[in-house]
C-alpha cells in the first residue's frame, strides 16, 4: 500500500464494524465475473478494456452481459469468494436483508446470473461495489483505498441485518483487528 492509502486508512472509524468476505476454503463455491467472448488473459473486455479497471471506476452500466462463473464447486454463502479480480460478489439475501434494513445508498450493484461447473444459469448473485466517498458509510471496501475488493468493511448495523437475515459462509473478523494486522504487515 502507498503511504497515502495508509493515512486514510489509519484516519477511518473501525469501532464496531466487520470485516466480511466469502469463505475460501475447499468447500465454499467461488466464482468470478465472466461475458460471452471471455479470451485467455480474463480481465480484458471485448472492446479491450481492462474489466478490473472499469469495475473500480463505478461504470458497471459499461459492461457488456455478464454472470458470475464458478471455478470451485462446494456451498454458497451470502458473500462469494473471487480469488482472481478482488470483485464482492453478495447474495440475494444479503442485498434484501441490506434493503430491508433500510440501507439503499452507498454502494451499486450488478445483479449476476450463476454459471455452475454442471448445469443451466441460475439468478441470485451481484457485484456489489462501495462507492467509497464517504468515510462513515455503513457499507465500505477494505482496504477503503481500493473500491473494487474481496472484502466489504460493514457497520454494526448492517452486519445486525445480515445477522438477523439468517447469512450464512461468511468470513468475518471484528474491524479493529484486522486493520490493526494489516498495518503491522
Known amino acids: 500500500m502507498l503511504k497515502s492509502e495508509l493515512a486514510v486508512m489509519k484516519s477511518l472509524n473501525y469501532d464496531g464494524r466487520t470485516i466480511l468476505s466469502g469463505r475460501s476454503g475447499r468447500k465454499q463455491a467461488w466464482g468470478?465475473?465472466?461475458?460471452?467472448?471471455?479470451?485467455?488473459?480474463?480481465?480484458t473486455l471485448p472492446d479491450?478494456?481492462?474489466?478490473?479497471?472499469?469495475?473500480?471506476?463505478?461504470?458497471?452500466?459499461?459492461?457488456?452481459?455478464?454472470?458470475?462463473?464458478?471455478w470451485n464447486t462446494g456451498e454458497y454463502g451470502d458473500m462469494m469468494w473471487d480469488g482472481s479480480a478482488g470483485f464482492s460478489f453478495v447474495s440475494d439475501r444479503f442485498v434484501t436483508a441490506v434493503r430491508d434494513?433500510?440501507?439503499?445508498?452507498?454502494?451499486?450493484?450488478l445483479p449476476l446470473d450463476v454459471q455452475p461447473k454442471r448445469g443451466d444459469r441460475f439468478p441470485g448473485y451481484s457485484l456489489l461495489?462501495?462507492?467509497?466517498?464517504?468515510?462513515?458509510?455503513?457499507?465500505?471496501?477494505?482496504?477503503?483505498?481500493?473500491?473494487?475488493?474481496?472484502?466489504?468493511?460493514?457497520?454494526?448495523?448492517v452486519m445486525a441485518a445480515?445477522?438477523?437475515?439468517?447469512a450464512i459462509a461468511l468470513h468475518q473478523e471484528e474491524a479493529p483487528a484486522a486493520v490493526a494486522r494489516l498495518l503491522e504487515s
Request: one cysteine or more.
Open 32 to 43: 468470478n465475473i465472466a461475458w460471452e467472448g471471455q479470451q485467455v488473459k480474463w480481465s
Open 48 to 70: 479491450g478494456r481492462d474489466v478490473t479497471r472499469v469495475v473500480e471506476e463505478g461504470a458497471l452500466d459499461t459492461l457488456p452481459p455478464c454472470w458470475l462463473k464458478i
Open 101 to 109: 434494513a433500510g440501507f439503499t445508498d452507498g454502494y451499486q450493484l
Open 129 to 157: 461495489l462501495p462507492d467509497n466517498h464517504d468515510r462513515e458509510a455503513l457499507i465500505r471496501s477494505y482496504p477503503f483505498a481500493y473500491r473494487s475488493w474481496s472484502y466489504l468493511d460493514v457497520s454494526g448495523d
Open 162 to 166: 445480515l445477522v438477523s437475515a439468517g
